[in-house]
């Protein structure tokens, strides 16, 4: 096996671990594809996000009802990417944002971004957000999906430390470690997902 | 938190804890769960190295800290960051709410943050009319419930679901089920629309790097990702312990964090935050940005060349998880603010001795902490050097003065052992003594205790002492009181199989009680004189070991000698070269005599193990007691949780009687559940512990030291 293949591998087994989706894909259309299936059969937002069957206060209430169709928000795709995504969406009747998240604070059902580095020993995907749009999808988005091209896998956060240290002296910058989706214990030790961030985490495996 | 104004009252406290069965369920499974999770997370990874590590570079960045500080000031300056320095607690609520002012902030959200904790924050800025939310869940619901985290990690471990559905009811005028998944939604969704109003987000920081000048936030449930992103003002407050050279010191760091905390390799969100980034409603589209490093007591122990190890840790709770006594009482007992072992000795640094003066007598010195901490900090050791400060400043309890005072004169301390064996022979029986010494209270009655035996090993030494004609090994045996008054037949054992592999041995006479019960009471001093005298008392022969039966006296000569000659020169070198020679019963028989199968009759009978803590921790043995029980002629049965604590603890189990008697409950429990017929170990204080339980319980098995019976079974 190819190292490559070899820290894929490792990747996807620890992704899973921490109850990430690990899905290959062939190419970047193949991605769209994806995303416009999973926000499909994905619930509506106001039934799933935050329990809306669940009664709360009216301050909560309100701010959840700010949100009405289902929204697909993908900053810091590129121009033609985020173009053919666009195209998708308005077919398939989802709305398509790539700013203006501020907007979308209760939710959006699905956030798309790209990883710039994967740690296979941890499943981690590093995302360097320094655009606050990009930031809040990875956020607010019930579901994350995120494209990781395989290249881009490193044993450790020791191997992508340079490339880390590169980004950071590029003030100001702000950059995250994802793995798995959001989680809390904090009831009687029992784990649950989805507690202030994304609900699932999605990772596309991108061969290139 | 700590109100009690003495033992007394603490202890009271301590029993509320020991009759709530939801905490103590709730614990029991954590602390078991807890262990097989952290096994799991290092399986592959050289654990004891990377602390290493750890250990070393923290150690570095306090000694280099004003260096450091510069560094990190300079950096997070020049990419827009502010940096202010806090003396202590009140100065940093100040320029927090100082900040709030000028920045004509009203709403606060925050993400966990011990150092704001220990600040008490939020009730700085309250005063100051701000309101404060927090988000992380568990911290969420304390600060609703207005109490104190009970784990630093898991804040409201010691909470119900149920508890947590009432509260949650209120909070949103409308019923909510017991439901975890569904309670969590609840959060998230009353809490969304705070991160949308609020104008400052508060977070504490895991790292602060001073090559980058940006911090590093461990978190796992994306709330520090909002509170950092969403309010046009960002404050964190972090202690100057949280300074490190460079981003590989946080990610070595990182390694070990998660998998020590919640045997996480990783958790779900580390954020690496460097400078003013992009902030849509702040000023030119920037957030503001504040870092308050705070002092508060941590720079008179960095002073301190015994106590600066104590900036090395990195607040993973891991103390806590392990600490026999925190799985009893939980953490609002077993700490102030911080909790666990590392709470203890903060509690004294950070909150004063007012605080600490309870809490820091309540470890049972079983090494469980420092066994697995993250920066390899000795923790029982400090916070017994913290016991004995207090005691200095405050005055010694007559208790401790007087058997510090006996054990300095050992002629004195054996005469009184003689003549205690008079004063119990009318209420004596099978070697047990039948009603408890006046001075004993009740709540002592859960073991039997001990009789002084006939007759000392050192009057049966001369009539013993075998000859051996061509020694393969000299050593000099040590006894420790126990096994010299109470079990003088195991060291007899001892002698018996030593004699038969011809080994010559020596009992210095002038050897004394080890010093580890006056240690153990915060009596540095007569500690200290008691070790000079058995120096001195094993300095003149030529011995290849120096053999007891006894782990705990066996790890205390073997560790804490050297560090108690520390200030004398010629002693250290000294104590440096018996700790040397120190070993173990087990250790000695299995791996140097190395004992074989058929010099032993074989039997079929079933022998369960009780690890004491000074053997499996102190001193890193496992296996050797195990293999000799199965070259012994028996058949091993493991036990269940075999390395945790019998509750003895030396003096532990005399002050605080409830703790012992239910740390004895469940290792009894465990022992009875193997079906073994006999119970070996390898230190007569468990015996004590573990045979006075037995007898109490009506018990048929046998609690034997592992000399005992090799004794017997050899052909």
Known sequence: MSSKESLSQTFTEKAKLVSAFVTEIASEEEALSHVLDLCGKKEACQLLVSGCERDLSEKAENLCDAKQSKIIAAPGLKKDLYKKLEAKCKKSGFECIDSGLRDHLAGVDIGFTFADYGIAETGTLMIDCPSEDLRLATMVSEYHICILPKSKIRKDSYSIEKMMLTRMNKTPDYMAYVTGASRTADIERVLALGVHGPLELHILLLED | ?715
């Not at chain 2, 047990?432 to 004993?440: A, G, K, Q, S, T």
Request: glycine residues 6%; charged residues 25%; neutral net charge.
């Open chain 2, 1 to 715: 938190m700590q109100k009690a104004k003495n033992l007394k009252e603490y202890r009271e406290e301590l029993h509320e804890s020991l009759d709530n069965d939801f905490l103590r369920t709730t614990l029991d499974n954590f602390a078991v769960a807890y262990r097989a999770g952290r096994a799991n997370a290092f399986k592959d990874i050289d654990v004891r190295a990377l602390i290493r590590e750890i250990a070393d570079s923290k150690d570095d960045a306090t000694a280099r800290f004003d260096e450091l500080y510069k560094q990190f000031k300079a950096n997070a300056e020049a990419s827009g960051a502010h940096v202010h320095f806090a003396k202590d607690a009140d100065e940093a609520n100040a320029i927090i709410a100082g900040i709030a002012k000028a920045s004509d902030c009203k709403k606060i959200v925050k993400s966990k943050s011990m150092t704001a904790e220990e600040t008490l924050l939020n009730h700085a800025l309250e005063d100051e009319g701000l309101e404060v939310v927090e988000t992380d869940l568990g911290e969420w619901i304390i600060q609703l419930r207005h109490e104190g985290p009970s784990h630093m990690v898991m804040p409201a471990i010691h909470l119900s679901r149920y508890q947590v559905g009432d509260l949650f009811s209120e909070v949103t005028g409308k019923k909510q089920d017991a439901e975890i998944e569904k309670l969590v939604k609840v959060a998230r969704r009353e809490l969304r629309q705070k991160y949308v109003e609020a104008d400052m987000g508060i977070t504490g920081a895991n790292f602060a790097v001073a090559e980058t000048g940006g911090i590093g936030l461990v978190t796992n449930e994306g709330n520090a990702r909002l509170v950092t992103t969403l309010p046009r003002v960002h404050v964190a407050l972090m202690g100057m312990d949280k300074i490190i050279p460079s981003l590989h010191d946080a990610l070595r760091i990182l390694k070990v964090l998660p998998r020590n905390a919640t045997g996480q390799a990783i958790t779900s969100y580390v954020t690496w935050i460097t400078g003013a980034n992009e902030c849509a409603t702040g000023t030119d589209g920037k957030k503001e940005i504040h870092y308050v490093i705070m002092d508060n007591g941590r720079s008179e122990m960095s002073k301190d060349p015994l106590f600066s190890q104590v900036n090395r840790c990195v607040r993973c709770g891991a103390c806590a998880n392990v600490c026999p006594v925190y799985r009893l009482v939980g953490g609002h007992k077993m700490g102030h603010i911080y909790i666990g072992a590392i709470g203890l000795i903060l509690t004294y640094f950070f909150h004063g001795k007012d605080k600490a003066r309870n809490l820091i007598q309540n470890c049972i010195n079983c090494e469980a902490c420092k066994d697995v901490c993250a920066g390899g900090i000795d923790l029982p050791r400090l916070i017994k050097e913290i016991h004995a400060r207090i005691q200095d400043e405050e005055g010694h309890p007559l208790p401790s003065l007087l058997l510090s005072k006996v054990l300095k004169n050992r002629k004195l301390f054996h005469t009184l052992l003689r003549t205690a064996k008079w004063a119990q022979k009318p209420v004596e029986s099978e070697g047990f003594i039948r009603h408890l010494p006046m001075i004993l209270g009740k709540e002592h009655g859960f073991k039997a205790l001990p009789a002084i035996a006939e007759k000392p090993f050192r009057d049966r030494w001369p009539d013993i002492r075998p000859n051996i004609a061509n020694p393969k090994h000299r050593v000099a045996l040590f006894s420790g009181c126990v096994q010299d008054f109470v079990y003088p037949e195991q060291m007899e054992a001892a002698v018996r199989v030593f004699e038969a592999n011809d080994v010559s041995m020596e009992y210095p006479m002038e050897q004394s009680c080890c010093g580890l019960p006056v240690q153990m009471m915060g009596e540095m001093k007569a500690s200290r004189d008691v070790a000079v005298q058995n120096l001195r008392a094993f300095e003149t022969g030529d011995y290849d070991y120096v053999i007891t039966l006894c782990a705990s006296c066996a790890a205390h000569l073997k560790h804490n000698y050297p560090k108690l000659m520390k200030d004398s020169p010629s002693l250290t070198l000294k104590a440096q070269q018996f700790a040397d020679k120190v070993i173990d019963y087990s250790s000695f028989v299995h791996d140097v005599l190395k004992v074989k199968a058929e010099d032993f009759k074989k039997t079929d009978i079933k022998a369960t193990y009780h690890a004491p803590c000074h053997l499996c921790r102190g001193l890193d043995v496992h296996d050797a007691p195990r293999e000799l029980i199965e070259t012994g002629g028996m058949e091993y049965v493991e036990c269940d949780e075999e390395e945790v604590c019998c509750g003895f603890g030396g003096t532990f189990s005399m002050k605080f009687p409830e703790l012992s008697s239910e740390l004895l409950r469940k290792k009894l429990d465990n022992v009875e559940a193997t079906g073994a017929e006999v119970l070996l170990t390898d230190c007569p204080g468990c015996i004590m512990q573990l045979r006075g339980g037995l007898k109490t319980k009506g018990s048929s098995i046998q609690v034997r030291h592992v000399a005992e019976v090799l004794a017997d079974n050899k052909k």
